[in-house]
């Protein structure tokens, strides 16, 4: 009877983790920024029909990255342990913490388990509060791990490259429109070639807390995404080079001695006529 290879704990894992990240870092980023008025996620998606973004709860958003049929199921099943809780208990029950701490036990569960492969994604999960210091987004990664982030998130594809163009510019308490352009412009620093994205290769949506509805998730469609952008767009227009100010200095100089006029000489200044007498002139 043969001996089967003998392969470390330590070395499997790192097989692993290693298979899962080449996986993830073939798709396309997605980032999460917390804004004024909520949170805005913002992916890379020429699909119109497959998203990486969608709703959870009222106040709960998911985004992921990877393979889709693997974060679908993650997706539906989400939606179920929310739907589920908020029936059993209280709508205000399910939070976003007790959702992510769900995600990382199945996460974790299928990493360490040797019967199966790896799940090949990356995952956020959002939950919206009162005001900006009550949001709430926690990234979960393919070992089920977890950490609670604040301001903005980013994860697959060259995540490190846009996470790095996000940080140099973001800044709190930014408007939706001014956090839609700066998570546009990094998606498209994502290499050695700075790309413009158009309206249809994304998907875009937010958590808005100033929406009088219960659900505060809401989609932005492709028109409303052109014409936010066109508005944010910083201004192209070549500008005149101005004159150095010595030579504007001088061509004043110049300016000015040929516009002045100069008085002639005495011997050849003009003998103004004698006056004719008016005899309509009153005394």
């Known amino acids: 009877m043969s001996v089967p290879f003998y392969v470390s704990p330590e070395q499997l894992m790192r097989d692993r983790a290693d298979f899962a990240r080449k996986g993830i870092s073939k798709g396309r980023s997605a980032i999460a920024l917390q804004y004024a008025d909520g949170i805005l996620f913002v992916a890379e998606n020429r699909s119109p029909a497959l998203h990486k973004v969608a709703e959870i709860y009222d106040r709960m958003a ?3 990255v990877g393979r889709y049929n693997e974060f679908e199921n993650l997706r539906i099943a989400g939606v179920r342990l929310a739907d589920m809780r908020g029936y059993s208990y209280d709508r205000r029950d399910v939070t976003g913490r007790a959702l992510a701490n769900a995600y990382a036990q199945t996460l974790g569960a ?6 199966e492969k790896p799940l090949e994604v990356e995952i956020l999960v959002a939950e919206v509060g009162a005001s900006t210091a009550e949001d709430q987004i926690y990234r979960l990664t393919y070992d089920g791990s977890i950490a609670d982030v604040r301001g903005y998130a980013v994860m697959g594809g060259p995540a490190e490259q846009v996470a790095e163009y996000v940080g140099e510019h973001f800044s709190e308490g930014i408007s939706l429109a001014g956090a839609l352009r700066l998570a546009v412009d990094a998606l498209g620093h994502d290499g050695t070639e700075v790309r413009e994205l158009q309206p249809d290769q994304i998907e875009v949506a937010v958590l808005d807390r100033t929406r009088t509805q219960v659900r505060k998730f809401k989609r932005i469609s492709e028109e409303t995404l052109g014409r936010i952008l066109s508005e944010s767009s910083p201004d192209t227009t070549p500008t005149e080079p101005s ?11 110049s300016a000015d001695a040929g516009d002045t006029p100069v008085a002639p000489a005495d011997d050849d200044a003009p003998v103004a006529p004698p006056e004719e007498p008016d005899t309509d002139r009153p005394l």
Do not use: N, Q, W
């Open 62 to 64: 998911f985004a992921a």
């Open 243 to 253: 004159e150095p100010a010595e030579d504007k200095a001088e061509s004043d100089d």
């Open 110 to 115: 299928i990493f360490s388990s040797g019967g």
